[in-house]
């Protein structure tokens, strides 16, 4: 059975363990100075264009999330995030376990919008009796597989600058919203309409690995001593350095998230020719069809996927989602699995 649950069932791009193995026996400098960490970061700054932008590598996404937020806020400040943000579904009360409310906002499609903001806001100024919202939530890819545009992540940012709030984009999935069909956000504008981001290797051609970054000396300092302290700050520092030098010294990042959301489009196109919805338009690695049950099950036969929410009795909404590493043949055997449904659909009921 193939695996469309999620974008990490696989290993690593095999230039990062050929990298890994040439290396391994090349003493360095433990706690990320090692060369290979160094250089990933120097690297990482002049892609960013933003020299001044600190950098540091931790193992995992929840991870990132915790250390960056619990580091932004003080003891009676509040995070705002969509609904469906990770932080608020999906980490185990993470962020509450340290202490800080999170302000869950409705969204339609997984985006939070200026408007959302200045709402909440309103909502909480009965000071000192409310928690005071301080940091503002954002991932891309959303939750649901949307993007965000240049234009709307920089009206958030200036919400924010407005407001003496910071913004934090969860990037683990932000090379495929980069690469997303249509999208006009670069690399560059995530460093300028943000305060601090992650790079997430993880789910897109790494073993493991987030690049957290802080774009400007008002925030991020004395980060190394969070990390340190909750755990995060790895001895064998190079084995993230290791990664994210051999996905970022060229662009193999941006390919493998290319061939993530081209296998993707590939599905969905299929789906929609089909004649079925979406919960959310597709536009990156993670589809969001609403699938009659009988094809649900028969699919359910040859690959693994979630069933996202049931919409009644006939038809629920799954999630789909392809890696760097899926395989167009097997794309294309799911295709035809969803075409002989159709085709069998019809021949039982002849108009």
């Given at each position: 059975?193939y695996n469309?649950k999620?974008?990490?069932?696989?290993?690593?791009?095999?230039?990062?363990?050929?990298?890994?193995?040439?290396?391994?026996l090349?003493?360095q400098?433990?706690?990320?100075?090692?060369?290979?960490?160094?250089q990933?970061?120097?690297?990482?700054?002049?892609?960013?264009?933003?020299?001044?932008a600190?950098?540091h590598?931790?193992?995992?996404g929840?991870?990132a999330?915790?250390l960056?937020i619990?580091?932004?806020?003080r003891?009676h400040e509040?995070v705002?995030?969509a609904?469906?943000g990770?932080?608020?579904?999906?980490e185990?009360?993470?962020?509450?376990?340290?202490?800080h409310k999170?302000?869950?906002v409705?969204?339609?499609?997984?985006?939070?919008?200026?408007a959302?903001?200045?709402?909440?806001l309103l909502?909480?100024?009965?000071?000192?009796?409310?928690?005071k919202?301080?940091?503002?939530?954002?991932?891309n890819?959303?939750?649901?597989?949307?993007?965000?545009s240049?234009?709307?992540?920089?009206?958030?940012?200036?919400?924010c600058?407005?407001n003496?709030l910071?913004?934090?984009?969860?990037?683990?999935?932000?090379?495929?919203?980069?690469?997303a069909?249509g999208?006009?956000?670069?690399?560059?504008?995530?460093?300028?309409?943000?305060?601090?981001f992650?790079?997430?290797?993880?789910?897109?051609?790494?073993?493991?690995?987030?690049?957290?970054i802080?774009?400007?000396?008002?925030v991020?300092?004395?980060?190394?001593?969070?990390?340190?302290?909750?755990g995060?700050?790895?001895?064998?520092?190079?084995?993230?350095?290791?990664?994210f030098?051999?996905?970022?010294?060229?662009?193999?990042?941006?390919?493998?998230?290319?061939?993530?959301n081209?296998?993707a489009?590939?599905i969905?196109?299929?789906?929609?020719?089909s004649?079925h919805?979406?919960l959310?338009?597709?536009?990156s690695?993670?589809?969001?069809p609403?699938?009659?049950?009988?094809?649900?099950?028969?699919?359910?036969e040859k690959?693994?996927f979630y069933?996202?929410?049931q919409?009644?009795?006939?038809?629920a909404?799954?999630?789909?989602?392809?890696s760097?590493?899926t395989?167009e043949?097997?794309v294309d055997d799911?295709i035809?699995?969803i075409r002989?449904y159709?085709?069998?659909?019809?021949?039982?009921?002849?108009?």
């Open positions: 059975m469309f999620n974008d990490y069932a696989e290993g690593a791009h095999p230039s990062i363990l050929e990298r890994l193995t040439k290396t391994n090349v003493q400098a433990g706690y990320g100075e090692d060369e290979y960490s160094l990933a970061k120097e690297i990482l700054k002049e892609k960013l264009g933003n020299k001044w600190t950098i590598f931790v193992s995992g929840t991870q999330n915790l960056v619990s580091s932004l806020l003891p509040a705002i995030s609904a469906s990770h932080i608020f579904t999906n185990a009360g993470a962020i509450e376990s340290v202490g999170v302000i869950a409705p969204t339609k499609n997984g985006k939070i919008t200026s959302d903001i200045e709402k909440t909502a909480y100024q009965l000071k000192p009796h409310v928690v919202p301080r940091v503002v939530y954002i991932s890819t959303t939750e649901v597989g949307t993007v965000y240049k234009t709307e992540l920089q009206d958030l940012y200036t919400q600058k407005a003496d910071l913004l934090f984009l969860d990037g683990a999935r932000l090379g495929h919203a980069l690469m069909p999208s006009d956000l670069l690399l560059e504008d995530v460093s300028r309409f943000t305060d601090v992650y790079l997430g290797a993880t789910k897109n051609g790494g073993l493991l690995g987030e690049a957290i802080f774009n400007h000396s008002a991020g300092q004395e980060f190394e001593f969070v990390m340190k302290q909750k995060a700050l790895l001895a064998k520092g190079r084995l993230l350095g290791v990664q030098l051999s996905l970022f010294e060229g662009d193999l990042y941006m390919e493998l998230a290319q061939h993530a081209l296998m489009a590939k969905a196109k299929a789906i929609q020719d004649g919805q979406f959310s338009a597709p536009q690695n993670q589809l969001f609403i699938l009659p049950m009988p094809l649900i099950q028969k699919l359910l690959y693994q069933i996202w929410q919409v009644d009795e006939t038809q909404v799954v999630r789909l989602i392809t760097w590493a395989p043949m097997i799911l035809k699995d002989l159709k085709q069998d659909e019809v021949v039982s009921n002849p108009s």
